[in-house]
């Protein structure tokens, strides 16, 4: 069985978030800055003062990788899969690691237009993502 996400104190609205459908991440309250992954504070400015934000869920491959070999056997049906840097749309540099799924690893390539989807996994829903290519 794939790993499950655990939330805590500081990834709650993360994983809150994506059982409604939604993609969040934080904005330091003093600029606005956004933040991923989830942390104590903005890695920009180093506010502790940070609020969920719901993004669009769009935005580019900025790097990816193809997995060929399955270190977890849990993953091994999915051999050959992509783990992909997405630049979400909101904020260049605003990054979120993921996988692109649904989609020929060879096919792939940065700069092609992303969108978010979530899977189900065990109780929780995983933030994953998937081409856009009709995007602009
Ligand atoms: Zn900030």
């Given at each position: 069985?794939k790993?499950r996400p655990?939330?805590?104190?500081?990834?709650?609205?993360?994983w809150?978030?994506a059982r409604?459908g939604?993609?969040?991440?934080?904005?330091?309250?003093?600029?606005?800055?956004?933040?991923?992954?989830?942390?104590?504070?903005?890695?920009?400015?180093?506010?502790?003062?940070?609020?969920?934000?719901?993004?669009?869920?769009?935005?580019?491959?900025?790097?990816?990788?193809?997995?060929?070999?399955?270190?977890?056997?849990?993953?091994?049906?999915?051999?050959?899969?992509?783990?992909?840097?997405?630049?979400?749309?909101?904020?260049?540099?605003?990054?979120?690691?993921?996988?692109?799924v649904?989609?020929?690893?060879?096919?792939?390539?940065?700069?092609?237009?992303?969108?978010?989807t979530f899977e189900d996994r065990d109780g929780e829903r995983l933030p994953q993502?998937?081409?856009?290519?009709?995007?602009?």
């Amino acid at each position: 069985m794939k790993p499950r996400p655990v939330p805590d104190d500081v990834t709650d609205f993360y994983w809150t978030a994506a059982r409604r459908g939604e993609l969040a991440v934080a904005a330091c309250l003093p600029h606005g800055h956004l933040n991923f992954p989830p942390d104590i504070s903005c890695a920009v400015c180093g506010a502790r003062d940070l609020e969920p934000r719901t993004v669009s869920g769009r935005g580019r491959v900025y790097s990816f990788t193809v997995v060929r070999q399955a270190f977890d056997t849990s993953f091994a049906p999915d051999v050959p899969y992509v783990i992909a840097l997405v630049e979400l749309d909101e904020q260049p540099g605003l990054t979120i690691l993921t996988n692109l799924v649904d989609v020929d690893p060879e096919s792939v390539a940065i700069g092609d237009r992303v969108r978010v989807t979530f899977e189900d996994r065990d109780g929780e829903r995983l933030p994953q993502f998937i081409l856009d290519r009709g995007a602009p």
